[in-house]
């Protein structure tokens, strides 16, 4: 069983999924805030690699990726740092990253350095499944679940499609946009999940545009796992104040969550 399907396996109600962008604001925040992010409630935890041109991702997290490139950041030192961090920590650890950073650093050498280092998956955003064989071969031999996206707008062929190649979980992009802290939830997300559940046997995931604990508990009610990014790098950018209020934020999520898990879950690939 691979460590995201344990991960799964062992929850006692809906998983939570925060994610960040290695190197916002700096690389010695990512290697503290992870293990924070576990010991406060975290299941499995999304590593941003930074990238130029983040077409899924809105304004915060664009900054952020400007930022950590401004820095430095590379896939290279993405993959230190997740060695490093796979030292300190046990909770999953996935790779967000677009294509061109893979393809340019060479997808067999990238899956086996990301397994080197402790990596358990890559969510791809911009891949999708009609031209992803050769990574999903790639990453098969390394252990590596490759993660698939849907959205409400993927057709019932989509949905078929990535139910049956997705390992680890499906991701569900709760709005027809990007990344980016929402007032509210959008009204057809439960029939979403629903239409997708009727095809998949992994754990269904949502993420953009979640952002408090109210949001956090209706999608608990419907999904098996809650995914939250702009708001958690938002907090990330306080300094030297971000720890409290990141402890604080993910303490409030994870409890929002407990209590309210409706759905049936998922069994994991």
């Not at 999304?46 to 401004?70: K, N, Y």
């Not at 999953?92 to 950073?101: H, Q, R, S, V």
């Not at 959205?151 to 990344?179: K, M």
């Not at 990141?246 to 998922?266: I, L, N």
């Amino acid at each position: 069983m691979s460590r995201v399907a344990a991960a799964f396996a062992r929850r006692r109600g809906t998983v939570l999924i925060p994610y960040l962008t290695v190197g916002h604001p700096n690389l010695e925040t990512t290697l503290e805030a992870v293990p924070l992010l576990e010991e406060s409630g975290a299941d499995l935890v999304e590593l941003g690699i930074p990238f130029s041109d983040p077409v899924a991702d809105g304004v915060t997290i664009q900054e952020a990726s400007f930022r950590a490139l401004q820095g430095g950041v590379t896939p290279g030192r993405c993959l230190e740092v997740a060695a490093r961090l796979r030292e300190r920590v046990r909770l999953p650890l996935l790779f967000l990253t677009y294509f061109n950073p893979i393809l340019s650093y060479g997808l067999e050498a990238f899956c086996a350095a990301s397994a080197r280092a402790g990596v358990d998956g890559l969510i791809v955003p911009d891949l999708p499944p009609e031209e992803a064989i050769e990574l999903e071969e790639a990453t098969a031999r390394h252990g590596l679940d490759l993660i698939y996206l849907l959205a409400p707008t993927s057709t019932e062929e989509r949905v078929r499609q990535v139910a049956q190649r997705s390992r680890g979980f499906i991701y569900l992009v709760s709005v027809t946009g990007v990344t980016g802290a929402r007032e509210s939830l959008p009204p057809g997300l439960g029939e979403f999940v629903a239409r997708v559940r009727k095809w998949a046997s992994q754990p269904l995931c949502v993420g953009f545009g979640i952002s408090t604990p109210e949001q956090a508990a209706q999608v608990a009610r419907i999904a098996d796992g809650v995914i939250v990014g702009s708001r958690l790098v938002q907090l990330l950018s306080s300094r030297r104040e971000w720890k409290p209020l990141v402890s604080k934020f993910v303490q409030e999520m994870k409890q929002a969550m407990v209590g309210s898990t409706g759905c049936p879950g998922g069994s994991s690939s």
